[in-house]
């Protein structure tokens, strides 16, 4: 088992240095949705293999495409937030809050809160496994739960620090920026993106998400 764990690892590594240059070329959304069809389906199939190198071999390659889960978030979510939010929302990510800025005294509940997604997750896992007592049974759930993050391809917006990086994505990169703008009720300033050296920059730093 030690050794099942140890080729997971070596995926994770693999996986971040693999999806770090296909996020870059391809995008952040695209990277993440293609890791979680992949992932899930691999750990899908680690419940019908029978025998030890098989089930190491998924293992290896399921660390691998599932480093996207973790890694592609964590960046799309910076990437898509403004400038009083991104550290805050590094550490949490799924967690909203209201105030623009913290103070020092509620730095260490905001830190013990920002463990409470994982936990929650960890717990969900633990009543799975519990109703449904049987260990195939638990590896296909969960691969499902998976699989169903392709939903979010109809949800979830490309990083616009991303388009904007692509010469030829500007005007998506505006369309992304304007639709998060309107949900958020916060007008974008005229003149706000620029052309500069052969490049779109975003020339006024606001929270528009």
């Known amino acids: 088992m030690a050794f099942i764990n140890m080729g997971y690892m070596f995926g994770l590594l693999i996986g971040s240095f693999l999806f770090g240059i296909l996020s870059d070329k391809y995008g952040r959304r695209k990277a993440l949705l293609v890791g979680a069809l992949i992932s899930g389906g691999l750990s899908l199939s680690m419940s019908f293999v029978k025998d030890y190198w098989s089930y190491f071999a998924l293992r290896l390659f399921l660390g691998i495409f599932s ?8 960046m799309i979510a910076v990437e898509i937030s403004g400038v009083n939010y991104k550290t805050y929302l590094g550490i949490l990510i ?3 809050r209201s105030e623009k800025k913290f103070h020092k005294r509620h730095l260490t509940i905001f830190l013990l809160c920002s463990k409470v997604p994982f936990a929650i997750g960890e717990m969900l896992v633990g009543l799975i496994a519990y109703l ?15 699989l169903g993050l ?3 391809w109809y949800f979830m917006p490309e990083s616009p620090r991303w388009l904007l990086s692509k010469s030829n994505k500007y005007q998506e990169a505006i369309k992304v920026l304007t639709n ?3 949900y958020n009720r916060r007008p974008l300033p005229e003149g706000f993106l620029r052309y500069d050296d052969g490049t779109f920059r975003v020339s006024i730093l606001v929270d528009y998400f």
Request: no cysteine.
């Open 94 to 96: 799924q967690v909203l």
């Open 180 to 182: 998060g703008a309107k």
């Open 67 to 74: 480093k996207s889960l973790f890694m592609l978030a964590f």
């Open 150 to 152: 392709v939903i979010l």
């Open 132 to 146: 449904l007592q049987d260990w195939y049974r638990l590896q296909q759930t969960m691969s499902g739960l998976v």
